[in-house]
Every structure is written in C-alpha cells, then in structure tokens.
C-alpha cells in the first residue's frame, strides 16, 4: 500500500534523526565498562558525577573578578577588559588545541606548546578586537562572534607546518578533516544560538514561551549535523555531540527560562523532553525484547547439544546471568578481532572464519544499516573458540546467535550512554548556571551583564527558583532513568555514567569550560551592542496563528450563565457533584450491552438466518434518531417536537432506514460494505421528512432560519465524524507495528482541526459551546484512541499522548494565568479609585473590602449593581488584541451595535476573537469601566477553564467506558463478530485494559491537578464547575454519549460490513 510505505518513510525517516540509533559499542569499550563496573565503588561514581560540574564555574568566577569600567568610557578607560579579553581568549584556545590533539593523537601538541601557542593567539586575536573596537566603536558589535573567524585563523597559524605533513599522509588527513568539521560545527553553535537568544529578549511576553519551544528542535538538528561530523571518533561520539550541543542548548534554555520565570514553560521543556526519552527507551525496550530471543535461542541449542542430564542446570545458569555477564562470557570465549584472518597469530587450522551474515531487515526501532556496520565490524570476523573442531558444525549457529547478542548489547550500551548523558546535562548546566549567577549578582561587574543589571533580589530567587525546579525535575527523570535501566538490564547507569566521566574527564571539562566560560562573556555589556532585526512581527504572526487555533480563547460566558454558576457553586456540595461526575458516564455503557445482548448468526450464514440482526439494525437507528431529535429540539426550541413526536418520527425513520439497509444488502450482498455509512444519507433525509413543514415556515423568518441551517452544519460535521475517523482507523489497522507508533501521533492533530470546524459551526449556541464542541469531537477522538490503543498496547504510545495532551493543558492554563494577572491589575485600579472617591480616611478599609474579596464574589457583585438602565449608556475602555481591538458589551445592553462606536461593542450572540495578549490602552478609564472589563475577563476565564476541564473529564471516562464495554462483550455470545475481540485471548484483554486504564489514571491524575491549579489560582472549585456544566447540560451530554459509543461499538461488528478501501491499497 502507497501510504503504509509512506508511513513507513516518514518512521524510518524520525529513526534517521536520532542519533543515538546510529552507533554501538565497540568490543574494547565494552571490556573497559565491565571491568570498571566491577572494580568502580557506588562512592566514587557518586564523586564523579558530583564534581564535574565545579571546574568550569570557578575558571568563570576567577576571570570576573577582573574589576571593569562602564562601556560608555569608551575603551581607552577599560584597559583591564583588555586584559581580560586576552585572558578569555588564551583559555579558549587552550581548550580547543587540548581537543584537536585529543582528535588527532600524532599531531605535535605537548602541553607547553599548547600554553605558548594559546598565548601568541590570544595576544593577536585581542590585537584585532583592540583595532576593530578604534574604528567601528566601543563597544563591538557582537564583540565575541565578529573576531571568532580571525581567532580560528591564529589557531590554525602554530598547526601548519603539521598540516602540510598530514596532508600527504592518507591516515592523518581525515582526522585533521574531521576536526576542523567540529570546529565549524561549534563555531556555528556561537552563531545560532546567540541569533536566537536575541530574537528570543525583543519578542513580547506573551510570544516567549512558545518561541521556547523551538528550542528542541535546534538541539535535534544541531546533534545529527555534529553527529556526522565526528564519525571518526567512533565510541567518543556521544560525549562530543552531547557536550557541545546538550551544555550550549540547555545553557541558552536556563538564560530563556531567566528572561522568563514562567512554572508552564518549564514544564513544558520537561514534557518534551520526556517525550524524547520515552522515544530512546522504547528503542531501548526493542533492542532488549531481541536480546531475550536470542538468549532462548542459545539456550534451546545448548540444550540440545548437552546431554540430557544437565540440560536444566546449563538452561538455568544461562538464564541467570546478567546482560553484562553473559557478554563478559562471549567476549572471554570468542576472541574478537577486526583484522584480516591471515594477520593473526593463531594457526589457520585452530581458527574458524565465521561469516556475520547482516539481514535483509532489521528488527523494529534499529535500521538495517547499523546492525552490522562495515566501519566497526568487518563481515569476516576471527575467533578462537573454546568449543573442540569436531564440534564445529553443530556449534556455529551457537555462536553466530551469541556474536549477534553481543552486537546487540553494543548497541544498547551505547544508547543508554547517550540517554544518561543527555540527563545528566541538564542537571548540571541549570547547577552551573545557577552557581553563576548567584557568584556574579553579588560582584561588582554585576551592573554589566544585561540579565543581572536590573535583577533585584526577589526576581534573583524568582530565577534561580525556576532554573533549579527545571534541575530538580530533571534529576527525578536522571534516577527514574537509572532505576528503569537497572530493572530492564540489570546495569547500573550510575556507573556507565562515572565511566563515561572518568574516562574522557580531559574532554568533558574542556567542552564544559569552554561553553560556560563562552556564555558569560557573550553577555557582558563590553562584547555586545544589538542590532535591530525585522523578525519580531513574524513571530506575532505565528503565535497570532496558533491563537487563533485555540478554541477555548474564543469565547466568554455570558452574564447570565455566571449567574447560574455562582448560585450552582454556593448551593451544590461536593458530594452531589462527584456523583454529578461518577454516575454520568454509565448510561451508555447500559444501552450499548443492552442492545448486544441479541443473539447474533455469523454473517456468512446470510440475510435471511439474521433476522434479529435486522430487529439490532432497527432499534439503533431508532436509538440513533431519538438521540438526534432531542438535540435538533435543544437547538432550536421553536421546532414543535414533544416528545411523543420524537419517539413516533423516530420509530418510523428506524423503520425506513431498515429497509433500505435491507434492501440493499439483497441487492449487494450480504454483509452490505460500511452498512452504517452506506445508508447514512438515506437515514438523514428520513430524519428532514418530518420536519419538512416546520422547515418551510422557518425559510422566510430570518431569526429561525439561520438557527435551522446552523444545526444542519453540526449534523454534517457530524458526519465528518462518521467517515474521517473510521478512514484513519482503517489506515491505522494495516500498517506494520512501527508506523502504528508514529501514525498515532495524528490523532491530536485531527483533534485540533475538527475542533475548530466545530466550534466555527455552532456559534448560535453560545454558552453551550465548549460542551457541543468536546462532546463531539473529543468524545470521538478518545474512542478511536482507546481503539489505537488496543492494537498498540505499548505504554511508550500512551505516554506519548499524554505528554501531547499535557503539553495543551498546559498552554490553556498558560492563558488562564495571564488573564488572572490583568484581573488583579484591574482590581487594584478599582481598589484605588474606590478609596479615593471615599476619602482618605476609607482608603485602607476600601482596599482590603475590594482585595479580600474571591473572583467569583466580586463579579457577582459587579453584575448586581450594574443592573438595566445603568451599564446601557456605559463607555467601555478598549482592550487591546494585538493589532487590531475588541470591546465590552454591557451585560444588559442590546443587540445593536452604534455605528460611531462599532469597534467598540460586541455583540451578545457573536464570537469575538480574544487573543492572549491584552492591555488596558486607557490609563484614565471610570471604576465602571474598569469593572465592567474585570467581569469579562472573568467571564473569559470561566469559558477557558469549562473547555479545559471538559476536555481532562471526556479523556477521563470514555477510557472506562471503552473498558467496561469491552469486559463485558468479551464474554458475550456475540463477541465472536467483532473484529476487534475475536482473536484476543485472556491475556491480550487484560494487557489492553491495563494500557487503556492507565492512560485513564494519568488523565484522572491530570484532571485532579487541574482541580488543584485552578483552586490556587482562582478560588474556583473546578469539580462544581464540571458538575454545573454536566448537570444543567445533561441531556445534551448524555445524547452525545450515548450516540458516539453506541455507533463506535456498532461500526466495529462484521454484520455491518467489511472495511474495503481500495484506493489506499
């Protein structure tokens, strides 16, 4: 099929930008890990990892001590920022030759000649930031990134001699190639990320953070073009791409998480890069699955071999061994060796060449390319084995199956090498960054560096508050890692990390010292003068972009619906609203098994043997039909629908539709192909027959009819419904197990669009909104997900989904917060004017009666003293959005709109947009005003928080009910004809309830800290406000559910129809 192989595409293509699937161990490292892992204490490792960090943050310290002048003295008065220049330089250039004579061992760099060298280059190179600062000005622009080309250039002056040697020598030369390829990958790190960390300061509050977030996907661009760089350096791979690329990023995401102490944001950098390590371990879970196959392997064979006797001690005593173990085993038994067989010093007649066949495909997660790769592995492997010649053919299938172990085992020691070292850098950088800054607030050169200049000390403890909650989030996922690592491999990552320390210490501290040291001087005031870049109105735009693809930032409750709510949350206990909550999710679950408890014949015993079939057929489109009455009445109240008619139309539409689907499955055949949707339409015009008088009435009155024709939209977005998700579905069923993983990850696109659609479709139905909207879609969406799920039971899927899902919860709360802030400006301008129109002497009382007060009873309070006759001729202060601006309509005021003040009103049925970013542009606006602009924010507020609550609450119960469905069809008759149950046996229910459950407990705990956030926040019980919506709204709710379980559940069983897409074939 063309879009399975583009699926798979596009996987392989995810696979091929992650660089830790690109490489292995090799056999030497393999040894020096084991021996270091039984010699090395859990003290030392401890040690290790503890004091790496230090060295960097004192070399930076020590050369701020060096006391400077303001930049506006000019240069002539900073003589010692001339000294410390050379300095900065000179330890630069000691790092970077100590790493190129690491890359290239013959290359003459004893440490004196190092020392001198970096010397005479810091000397010249501060020579041509001297000159350059006389004639373009003091202080040079980008200082740092404008000199670096010429400092490359004397670095290279010293090595040229040894280059012209090394040029002739085919061995020496691409090492000398490859390393200068690092320097122009570091050197472009100096570029990008400071480009970035200024376009990052200009943008406003509002676009930072989701400019953050582009954060991650720098990193991943910048580790593969480094990883391509540094193929040369084979085992030291990892270390160098991580600790250029990982320090500098999470260096610049601590000054981005300063220039914006927001808890969201760095929340959500944890939850991507969660996701991201949720990736590395289900390639990590992979690799082990196909380790544990090839470990039953041997053992099978071994068994074979031994006599019978020992066969279950020798089965035993394999199995027991740890994966460290049993590959010390193979490494002691096979004596590897990457050469030809002639240049070894074994007897050709004691040595078997064994031929490592590489596979036609490789297993899921690793590309075929890097199982057996030609640079570490040659096809023709020596051994000495400890097994006798005459053995030699039943042992060779052995020991193929244990050098493939081996490999494997390579393999994941080296993601994981790169797994714990990713962590374990943004650990570090936020304990360096923070050690830094709270050193240099107190020093005196503090007032030059543009992040400290204007920090006091409670935005100091602010920041460093911030950073270190991002570094202590990231050491719980540094010991989940570890504890994950011991329990699935048995190795301890805590000294696989000491190791990697230890082992290549020089280079760790050189990349350490040089991005740390680097960062702080490109913030000093004497190496930076900005330049203006047209970059930040494209960045409003984008964000403008995804605003307006937030549905729940569209809409307010009206002044009614506040009331309602208020009077809700005084009067309901919280006992009635939890059983609002608990019992509202089972009446679908009722009618559903209800309906399935008919006895059903196979399909292929035809028609005519299924007569209850046909009866089913009936009752769930009578079902389906009430269901659709009831919300076209809702709708639209004019329509003379008792419920008698209801039920009388809604029997002679089931009827109707019946014997079409009847009909039709004798003229097609019998199952008839995607039955439910082949006769939808025939079943939408027998639902408009009856209502045909009432829709010809409704044609010529112009406030009926766009009411009429606004419900038709939702029930064609309905039925978009009906054909999208069924297609993906379909799609989804077919593709290979990896791309199942990845397609997944659509579902919250889709999810974002049909919202949209929705949302645009029913804006008749103002407050009812956000519960039409989620009670379609997202109902629908969490369906098919569970169903995803159930032919995906892999936990990293779900925990996919749910970072998704958190990271949108956490920009809607994102929102929320910046809306309670202007709320609490308003209210202190209120408390103010109040006190001052009451004189002096109440100004206290005034301020305290206005501040005490909770959201929700000052906006009753406003809302009763401005009642009809008062807020009509109100002028309202503006609110800006952006560019362009929107109004406040009184809550009493009418429906038309002055044409001298258009802009400035908004009608009651309309949909005004309200973006995040607003300000108050009237800095002389009435208390009335004032008032008026705290309620609808409030009201704006209460929409948010409804959308967002009701999204957690569906994410929530439609997992139990797709469980409780399919525990109890499972043990019915009729479960035998549901394609999705039949072939599953106990143990593959219980696996997909407990994947199902699980993504329903993390959404409880999501909705439970949802509960929590906005008590704190806004003193608003979120649990009544669920119950307020479930309740007042529940026929609503309930039709909605019971119609989109009762379909799913239906579209699933064979007597419905086969699903047959030839197109997609």
Aim: charged share 15%; with cysteine; hydrophobic share 50%.
């Amino acid at each position: 099929m063309r879009l399975t192989l583009l699926v798979q595409k596009l996987a392989e293509y995810w696979e091929s930008t992650q660089v830790e699937l690109h490489g292995f161990y090799s056999v030497e490292r393999v040894r020096e890990l084991i021996a270091y892992n039984e010699q090395a204490s859990i003290f030392r490792a401890l040690a290790v990892l503890a004091l790496v960090p230090w060295p960097c943050v004192v070399v930076t310290i020590l050369v701020d001590l060096i006391p400077l002048r303001p930049p506006s003295e000019g240069l002539e008065a900073n003589y010692l920022f001339i000294v410390r220049v050379f300095l900065a330089f000179w330890v630069a250039t000691i790092v970077i030759n100590l790493q190129f004579r690491h890359s290239v061992p013959p290359a003459p760099l004893s440490n004196t000649r190092i020392i001198v060298s970096g010397a005479l280059t810091a000397v010249l190179t501060t020579g041509v930031v001297y000159a350059l600062s006389m004639n373009i000005g003091f202080p040079l622009p980008f200082g740092i990134i404008t000199v670096s080309p010429m400092w490359v250039l004397f670095m290279l002056i010293p090595l040229l001699s040894f280059m012209k040697k090394a040029r002739s020598d085919p061995e020496v030369w691409p090492l000398v190639v490859n390393t200068l390829k690092v320097w122009i990958c570091q050197e472009s790190l100096v570029v990008i990320y400071p480009t970035y960390f200024y376009i990052f300061t200009t943008l406003p509050a509002d676009a930072k953070t989701p400019f953050a977030f582009l954060l991650p996907v720098i990193k991943i661009f910048l580790r593969n073009v480094m990883s391509r760089t540094v193929v040369h350096l084979n085992d030291e791979i990892p270390e160098v791409v991580l600790m250029n690329v990982e320090v500098f990023n999470s260096l610049f995401m601590s000054y981005c998480m300063q220039n914006t102490p927001s808890m969201w944001t760095t929340l959500g950098l944890i939850a991507i890069d969660g996701a991201q390590m949720a990736a590395s371990m289900h390639d990590v879970v992979v690799v082990i699955q196909r380790l544990q196959i090839l470990k039953e392997r041997v053992n099978t064979e071994r068994g074979r071999q031994l006599l019978s006797n020992a066969t279950t001690t020798q089965i035993k005593i394999l199995r027991r061994k740890t994966i460290l173990l049993y590959t010390q085993n193979i490494l002691g038994r096979y004596k590897l060796a990457q050469v030809s067989v002639g240049s070894t010093d074994f007897p050709l007649s004691s040595v078997e060449n064994l031929e490592l066949k590489p596979k036609a495909t490789s297993f899921k997660g690793v590309p075929k390319q890097i199982v057996y790769s030609p640079s570490r592995l040659s096809k023709v492997v020596s051994l000495r084995k400890v097994f006798s010649v005459n053995d030699a053919q039943c042992t060779e299938d052995i020991t193929q199956l244990e050098l493939e172990y081996a490999q494997h085992v390579q393999k994941v020691l080296y993601i994981t090498e790169f797994m714990l070292l990713i962590n374990y850098v943004e650990v570090i950088v936020p304990v360096i960054f923070s050690a830094n800054l709270l050193v240099m607030y107190h020093l005196p050169n503090r007032v030059y560096y543009s992040q400290i200049d204007s920090m006091d000390d409670t935005k100091l403890w602010s920041t460093v508050g911030n950073v270190m909650l991002y570094c202590f989030l990231q050491l719980v996922s540094l010991v989940i890692l570890f504890m994950m690592l011991w329990h699935k491999l048995h190795i301890s990552a805590l000294k696989q990390l000491a190791f990697v320390l230890e082992k290549q210490g020089e280079q760790v501290q050189t990349k350490l010292v040089f991005w740390v040291f680097y960062n702080v001087q490109a913030t000093l005031q004497h190496f930076v003068r900005p330049f203006s870049m047209g970059i930040s109105s494209w960045i409003w735009k984008l964000t403008d972009i995804w605003e307006n693809a937030q549905v729940e930032l569209h809409g307010f409750y009206s002044a009614e619906r506040v009331r309602e709510f208020i009077k809700y949350n005084q009067h309901t206990s919280t006992l009635r609203a939890i059983f609002v909550l608990v019992i509202m999710p089972w009446p679908c679950v009722i009618i559903t098994i209800l309906v399935d408890l008919i006895p059903l014949r196979s399909p292929s015993e035809g028609l005519n043997a299924n007569s209850l079939f046909v009866l089913r057929v009936f009752l769930s489109f009578l079902l389906a039909s009430i269901v659709v009455y009831l919300q076209f009445r809702h709708s639209i109240p004019a329509a003379s629908l008792s419920s008698l008619r209801v039920l009388a139309t809604s029997f002679i539409t089931a009827t109707q539709t019946t014997g079409v689907l009847y009909g039709l499955s004798c003229a097609i055949g019998f199952p008839l192909p995607f039955g439910i949707i082949t006769v939808s339409p025939a079943w939408v015009a027998f639902l408009l027959i009856p209502l045909a008088s009432f829709l010809k009435r409704a044609r010529s009155d112009p406030e009926l009819w766009p009411l009429v024709v606004n419900s038709l939209k939702v029930w064609v977005c309905q039925e978009s419904l009906v054909v999208i998700y069924p297609t993906y579905f379909y799609i989804f069923t077919t593709l290979p197990a990896t791309g199942k993983t990845y397609f997944a990850f659509l579902l919250p696109l889709i999810k974002i669009i049909l919202r949209n659609i929705m949302s645009r479709t029913v804006v008749h139905l103002n407050d009812e909104i956000p519960e039409v909207v989620l009670m379609n879609v997202e109902v629908f969406n969490s369906l098919f997900m569970s169903y995803c799920m159930q032919n995906t039971p892999s936990i990293w899927t779900t925990l996919g989904l749910i970072a998704i899902d958190g990271a949108q919860m956490i920009a809607s709360m994102h929102d929320v917060g910046k809306i309670i802030k202007r709320m609490e400006i308003v209210r202190n301008r209120v408390a103010a004017e109040r006190a001052r129109e009451s004189g002096e002497d109440a100004t206290a009382v005034q301020l305290r009666r206005i501040q005490r007060a909770t959201i929700l009873g000052y906006t009753m309070d406003i809302i009763t003293r401005h009642q009809l006759g008062q807020a009509s001729a109100v002028e309202v202060a503006l609110i800006l959005i952006g560019p362009s601006s929107t109004g406040v309509v009184p809550f009493c005021a009418k429906a038309e709109p002055k044409k001298q003040s258009q802009s400035a009103i908004v009608l009651v049925r309309s949909k005004p947009k309200f973006g995040a970013r607003k300000v108050f542009s009237s800095a002389k606006a009435d208390v009335t005003s004032l008032e008026l602009n705290y309620a609808l924010n409030v009201r704006k507020v209460l929409y948010i928080t409804e959308f967002v609550i009701l999204i957690n609450y569906v994410e929530v119960i439609v997992p139990i009910i797709f469980s409780a469905n399919l525990l109890v069809m499972y043990h019915l008759p009729n479960r035998v004809y549901y394609s999705q149950i039949v072939s599953m046996d106990d143990g593959k229910l219980r696996k997909t309830v407990e994947n199902v459950m699980l993504y329903c407990l993390l959404q409880l705990l999501s909705l439970i800290i949802l509960f929590l956030v906005l008590w704190r926040r806004l003193r608003i019980s979120g649990l009544r406000q669920l119950a307020f919506v479930l309740e007042k709204q529940c026929e609503q709710v309930q039709t909605k559910l019971i119609f989109w379980v009762f379909y799913n559940v239906q579209a699933t069983l064979q007597h419905f129809g086969e699903c047959c897409f030839p197109m997609l074939t």
